[in-house]
């Protein structure tokens, strides 16, 4: 199993997941089946130099030379380091004792999956929500309006079931994310690896549903485990916020196509009219009341 771990500016923070990877039990007890492979997208803070002066030949660095998205980085260390299974782990994570034999028992025990989650906290213990449903379009509407909050509408909104889930049992799953994510090589030959159009966020769930049309299928492993302080390697939620539209917009558009993407755009402009309604009327009302 190949561990890869994508970096972009990271010098003081990779240190974490790479250690984390070598306390591991499963690593100690049997090195030779497991390695680490640092996919760096052009890191200016000098993360590849870093990485070499504390770990030498004990992992590999691949120097991308640009930032080229999470997706694309994944990819470069696919065709550079050929493994039976893959463990995608975010910089800003850190694994847990049997987090990879766990997945190795997953992958062996069920042969149609081909993707694979882990369990994951934040750093103060609570549970971060690591799986997701594929979007329909009132989801999608719901979950990018604030209706899905209410409680009429709350049921039909995207991920309602998984929100009253415990997270304490093996699940097949439509999406996992890719802050702790495992694959089988033989998914990512006939997916193609991940699609580098995606640069920072949805390239796992477009992984994840390009597989389900081809029988894979993804599963939550709650007894992998692995703490995730998040953002990634974003400057600001703004930035954070910026990329998920984005991703959300080409996702949206590849598998849904355009008709179901510009309606669901007319829908969420639509209903600021709904708004707008009471609020001119309760206008007039105030104006009438005062003579004017």
Not at 98 to 123: D, H, T, V
Not at 129 to 136: I, L, W, Y
Not at 185 to 193: D, K, Y
Not at 232 to 261: F, Q, T
Request: proline share 3%; net charge positive; with cysteine.
């Amino acid at each position: 199993m190949c561990v890869v771990v994508v970096t972009w500016n990271d010098a003081t923070r990779a240190g974490v997941a790479i250690d984390s990877f070598f306390a591991l039990p499963e690593v100690q007890r049997d090195p030779q089946r497991y390695a680490l492979v640092v996919s760096d997208n052009g890191s200016a803070d000098g993360t590849p130099e870093v990485l070499r002066a504390r770990y030498g030949q004990r992992i590999r660095i691949l120097e991308n030379g640009a930032n080229l998205g999470f997706g694309a980085g994944c990819n470069r260390a696919f065709a550079a380091a050929p493994a039976e299974l893959y463990y995608l782990l975010n910089p800003d994570a850190a694994l847990r004792p049997g987090a990879l034999a766990e997945m190795r028992e997953l992958f062996a025990r069920r042969p149609a999956a081909g993707i694979a989650g882990s369990r994951i906290l934040n750093l103060d213990g609570s549970l971060q929500e690591s799986v997701g449903e594929f979007d329909t379009w009132l989801g999608a509407f719901l979950r990018s309006s604030a209706w899905g909050e209410l409680a009429p509408f709350r049921k039909y909104a995207n991920g309602y079931n998984l929100r009253r889930w415990s997270y304490d049992d093996e699940r097949r799953v439509d999406i996992v994310i890719g802050a702790a994510m495992a694959l089988r090589r033989s998914t990512v030959e006939r997916l193609g690896g991940f699609d580098e159009r995606f640069f920072l966020y949805q390239e796992e769930v477009d992984l994840c549903k390009r597989a389900a049309g081809m029988g894979i299928e993804t599963w939550f492993v709650p007894a992998s485990l692995a703490v995730h302080e998040g953002m990634g390697s974003a400057s600001s939620r703004a930035v954070v916020e910026r990329y998920k539209r984005a991703g959300r917009r080409r996702y949206w558009l590849k598998h849904h196509g355009r008709l179901w993407y510009f309606a669901l755009c007319a829908a969420l402009i639509g209903r600021y009219a709904l708004y707008a309604a009471p609020l001119a009327g309760a206008a007039l009302v105030v104006r009438r009341a005062l003579g004017r």
